[in-house]
């Protein structure tokens, strides 16, 4: 079997009394949409910035196809820091080329390849303009254009669809998923808005304190999950119907519409649960699905903390 484009080995990295990373594993598929997700401080741009060098953990590994990684193989990465890294008053078309010059990009070939981005990303026409005269998700684009202008075969990206509106994420999301379609590609990713690229990584790894807490391909963690969502609309969209021993396993209630959490296992039958309702209140809509990716990572942070308790 293939190496994995990039792993994470048991990293460990500490400011003072705070554990940034603390047993960090990961192993990223080649070919993946991978999504790195986590709270605020859990420990993703402290990973990222770990592969590039930027920072030293105190112990653990980096292994690139299953080797040592040198700066050699960096510059074949993409990176889009946390701290946006472009220049305000340069033009994008000439920053772009500059980016892919750096990469090791002849003139003519980073020129072709900027140009082609911004069309991509529905900028040709602001070529010329200065950085800072573009919308704050505008030069959210051209910061992801200035990470992928050398087309590279590992994209690191931090949080890069933070600020960006549903159709800027749906975008970037796709001009993101082409890469790893056309070219076997492998894009990492942070995000702490969960419900927003939920749709747009096929891998995940949750971080949680420094540590994974969740980790595989989305459609089996789903699968796999202890817990079904079971959601209810009725006619009067209240909540009053609810028998007194389902009360603690409401999650949400949107304007009357009720999501419960039940446990997958002992053969619960959908049906039943509805019957049940509908012995109660007049039922308008219903569903009985696995957990969402923030419900499962809500869960299983939940889980982790009672055996931390224990
Ligand atoms: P966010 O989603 O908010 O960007 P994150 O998951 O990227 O968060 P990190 O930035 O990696 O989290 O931070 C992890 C923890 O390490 C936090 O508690 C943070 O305050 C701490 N930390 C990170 N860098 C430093 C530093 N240079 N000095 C001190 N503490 C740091």
């Known amino acids: 079997m293939d190496a994995p484009h990039l792993e994470l080995i048991d990293l460990h990295k500490r400011y003072g009394d705070v554990a940034a990373l603390d047993g960090c594993t990961v192993e990223v598929p080649r070919g993946s949409m991978f999504g790195f997700l986590g709270p605020n401080g859990a420990g993703k741009t402290t990973a990222m910035r770990a592969v590039f060098g930027l920072i030293q953990p105190d112990s653990g590994k980096i292994r690139y196809l299953g080797r040592g990684i040198d700066n050699n193989d960096r510059l074949r990465f993409g990176y889009m820091p946390e701290q946006r890294g472009l220049y305000p008053k340069m033009g994008v078309l000439k920053q772009l080329v500059y980016f ?23 900028l040709a026409g602001r070529g010329a303009d200065k950085l800072e005269t573009l919308s704050h998700g505008n030069q959210q684009r051209i910061q992801l254009a200035a990470a992928l202008v ?98 603690q396993r409401v999650t949400s209630n949107t304007r009357g519409r009720i999501r419960m959490q039940f446990p997958a296992a002992n053969g619960i039958d959908p049906d039943d649960l509805l019957d049940r309702v509908r012995s109660r209140a007049e039922v308008v809509a219903f569903g009985f699905e696995p957990p969402s990716l923030s419900e499962l990572f809500l869960s299983t942070v939940e889980a982790d903390q009672v055996d931390q308790r224990l």
């Open 100 to 122: 892919g010059r750096m990469h090791g990009l002849t003139k003519g070939a980073a020129t072709e390849a900027s140009s082609r981005w911004l069309e991509r990303l529905g």
């Open 150 to 247: 050398h087309e590279p075969e590992l994209m690191i990206l931090d949080e890069p669809f933070s600020g960006l509106d549903p159709l800027g994420v749906r975008d970037l999301g796709a001009a993101l998923k082409q890469q790893v379609r056309d070219r076997n590609a492998t894009v990492v990713f942070s995000s702490h808005q969960l419900d927003l690229v939920e749709d747009i990584c096929d891998q995940v790894a949750v971080i949680h304190q420094g540590r994974i807490i969740l980790e595989g391909s989305l459609a089996e963690l789903q699968a796999d999950s202890p817990i079904r969502m079971f959601e209810i609309e009725t006619a009067d969209r209240s909540a009053d119907w609810l028998p007194d021993e389902w009360r």
